[in-house]
C-alpha cells in the first residue's frame, strides 16, 4: 500500500488516496512533509501492477433477491478504469489492500480461468443458467487487451452453448463481437453498456480510464447492429451530479439502437462513503453538501442503506421521482425497462462438447 502518496488528485486515476482497508490492524495516514515532493510538483504517475491469481473456481453464486441472476464470474480483482463511485472498490480490503488507489493500480488477473470453467462445466449435475460477465469489476478493463481472459471465457461459454450476460463501460467488448453474435443469434447472449455521463469532462474526472461516452454510444451501436441485444445501464444516478442528464442519456442510448435499460441509485457502501465523499471535496466542493444530503434524503437518513428491496433504487420523494423519470422515458423511447440479465436466455442448448474416448451421443 502506498503510504507516502498524499490525499490529492493524482492524474489518471480516481480516489484520491489510499485509505486503509478496514480489515487491517494499523491505520495509515499520508503526509507530505516536503521531503517526498522535494517541492518539484506533482509525483510520479502511479503505474498499474498486474498480478497472476490462480483460482479453484471461477464462477460465484449468490442469493440476493435484487439481482437478477445467480451466478458470475470475474477475469480481474480491482479495476483500472478508476470509477470513483465503484461499489466493488471494499472488495480489495479482502485482499489486505486498499479500496483507494490500490483497487486502481494493483490488479489481479485469473488468467487460468477459461480452463477452471471448463472443469466446472463439466461437473456432473451442473444445470446452466445465465452465467454474468462484469457483475463486480469490468471483464473489459484495459488488461484485457493483452490477457484476453474474458475472450477465453467466452470461447468456453460458446462452445458450451451456455447462456451468458455481460456488463461493461469498455468499448473493448467490439472485438468479440464474432463470438457474441453467433451466440446472441441462438439466444445465448445480451449486453449491457454503462453509459454514466454524456459529459466528458465529467467523465474524465468521474471515471478516469474508462472509454469516453461517445465510444460508449458507438459501442453500443455495433452491439446493436451485429444483432446482440444491447441494454443501456445509466449507473450510478448521483444527485446534483448527472441526474440531470437520465433522459438524454436514454435518448442516445435509444438512438445508438439499445433496446433496453436500467438504471441504479448510487450505492456507497463501507469505505466507499469516505472515498466518494472526499473526490467530491476536491472536485466539485460547491456542490458536495447537497449532494450528500439528498443521498442521506434517498436512504433514511444515512448515506447508504444495505436492504436488499432499497439499496438499487433509495426511497422518498426524491427516489420515486427518479423512479418515475426513468419509466416515463423509457415508454417514450419504447425502451424495455429492465436490467442487462432479465431477458430470457435460452438455457436447453447447454451440451458439454465430446472430448478424446467419450461415448457418441445417439441425440
Known amino acids: 500500500m502506498d503510504e507516502k502518496r498524499p490525499d490529492k488528485p493524482t492524474r489518471g486515476r480516481g480516489a484520491l488516496g489510499n485509505p486503509t482497508g478496514r480489515y487491517e490492524v494499523f491505520d495509515r495516514l499520508a503526509v507530505d512533509d516536503g521531503w517526498f515532493l522535494g517541492g518539484a510538483g506533482d509525483p510520479a504517475p502511479l503505474r498499474t501492477e498486474i498480478t497472476t491469481e490462480t483460482s479453484r473456481t ?26 470513483v463511485y465503484c461499489f466493488a472498490r471494499p472488495s480489495h480490503a479482502y485482499a489486505g489492500l486498499s479500496p483507494g488507489l490500490d483497487f486502481e493500480t494493483r490488479i489481479f488477473a485469473k488468467d487460468d480461468a ?39 471465457i467466452l470461447e468456453v461459454l460458446s462452445a458450451y452453448r451456455h447462456p451468458l450476460a455481460i456488463a461493461t463501460k469498455s468499448s473493448l467488448v467490439v472485438r468479440d463481437i464474432d463470438i457474441l453474435a453467433p451466440m446472441a443469434a441462438d439466444g445465448l ?136 423519470r426513468f419509466r416515463i422515458a423509457c415508454q417514450h423511447l419504447g425502451l424495455e425497462a429492465s436490467g442487462t440479465s432479465e431477458r430470457p436466455l435460452a438455457t436447453h442448448l447447454f451440451r458439454p462438447p465430446p472430448q478424446a474416448g467419450d461415448q457418441l451421443s445417439l441425440l
Open 58 to 83: 471461477v464462477i460465484t453464486r449468490n442469493t440476493s433477491p435484487d439481482v437478477p441472476f445467480d451466478r458470475s464470474i470475474n477475469a480481474y480483482r480491482g479495476c483500472e478504469h478508476g470509477c
Open 114 to 152: 477459461p480452463v477452471v470453467l471448463e472443469r466446472e462445466l463439466r461437473r456432473p449435475g451442473y444445470v446452466a443458467k445465465p452465467i454474468m460477465l462484469g457483475a463486480n469489476t469490468d471483464p473489459y478493463q484495459p488488461a484485457e487487451r493483452t490477457r484476453m481472459i474474458t475472450r477465453g
Open 189 to 324: 447472449a445480451s449486453v449491457g453498456v454503462s453509459l454514466t455521463t454524456l459529459d466528458t469532462d465529467l467523465a474524465r474526472t468521474m471515471e478516469p480510464r474508462a472509454a469516453a461516452p461517445a465510444k460508449r454510444l458507438a459501442t453500443i451501436r455495433a452491439l446493436a447492429g451485429a444483432g446482440i441485444p444491447t441494454t443501456v445501464l445509466a449507473a450510478p444516478m448521483i444527485p446534483h451530479l448527472n441526474d440531470h442528464e437520465l433522459e438524454r442519456i436514454l435518448a442516445e442510448a435509444s438512438r445508438a439502437g439499445a433496446s433496453a435499460a436500467n438504471y441504479i441509485l448510487l450505492r456507497l457502501p463501507l469505505e466507499l462513503k469516505e472515498l466518494f465523499t472526499d473526490w467530491l471535496g476536491a472536485h466539485y466542493p460547491d456542490r458536495a453538501a447537497r449532494v450528500l444530503n439528498q443521498l442521506r434524503e434517498a436512504r433514511d437518513g444515512n448515506l447508504y442503506v444495505a436492504d436488499f428491496s432499497t439499496r438499487m433504487r433509495g426511497t422518498g420523494v426524491y427516489a420515486d421521482l427518479l423512479a418515475r
